[in-house]
């Protein structure tokens, strides 16, 4: 996605996602944790498996008024200068986190509390670049937070078991399911935890089939 000079131009090959961005590497998989849904996450994620977390930090809620701006939903809808939007209101599905393993640095989705494939239903876990030090990223802020690099943790401990918190990279932002003939998406965003890293928040968006 649009921070560092790494992530995820599979993303944006495999998941319709739009992003500046870099390099990939390969699969493992791991235990993960449950996470705090809201109340309302059954009606967000109607049709689809995601289900809506409860924004629990300023940052975290910031990240939705930045997903629901004109701009963040033409983001989402998959491109930022185009005429088309995403409908509906954002939920809180997520984090990419950000692990330190030496000179490695990797980046891993976590949905939910899950570990997830980088790039949709399948792919590999995470994005791996060499550590140049450069990371916009926070330290974690709150129970989900903290559950999310955990999780990340545990998805690559087969290759990095030493690996280090980093901190949280992005919100992971969903619109409502939409259902097609493939089986449906999801319209999203990543909003980064740092602001100011872009002009309006936005690392990465467009359609994840999750």
Known sequence: ???RKIVALLALALATTVTAGCASKSETSGATQPANTSSGSADAAKGGSVKAMTAETTAEKNALVSAATPQGRKWAAGNPNGTESAAGDPFLAGYSVYLIDG???YQVWVL???AVPFTGKT????????????NTA?????KNQEAAVAAAQAAIKDV??????GG???????FPFVNNAAGGYYPHVTVYAVPGVTTDGIASG?????
Request: without cysteine; aromatic residues 14%.
């Open 1 to 3: 996605m649009a921070n």
């Open 160 to 165: 990095a078991p030493n690996a280090k918190p």
């Open 168 to 174: 949280t990279g992005q919100f992971i932002v969903f």
């Open 123 to 134: 792919g590999p876990m995470y994005v791996k670049s060499a550590n140049d030090g450069y």
């Open 112 to 114: 939910n509390g899950v």
């Open 103 to 105: 000179s490695s640095f």
């Open 206 to 210: 467009g359609t994840q089939y999750r």
């Open 138 to 142: 926070v330290s974690a802020a709150s």
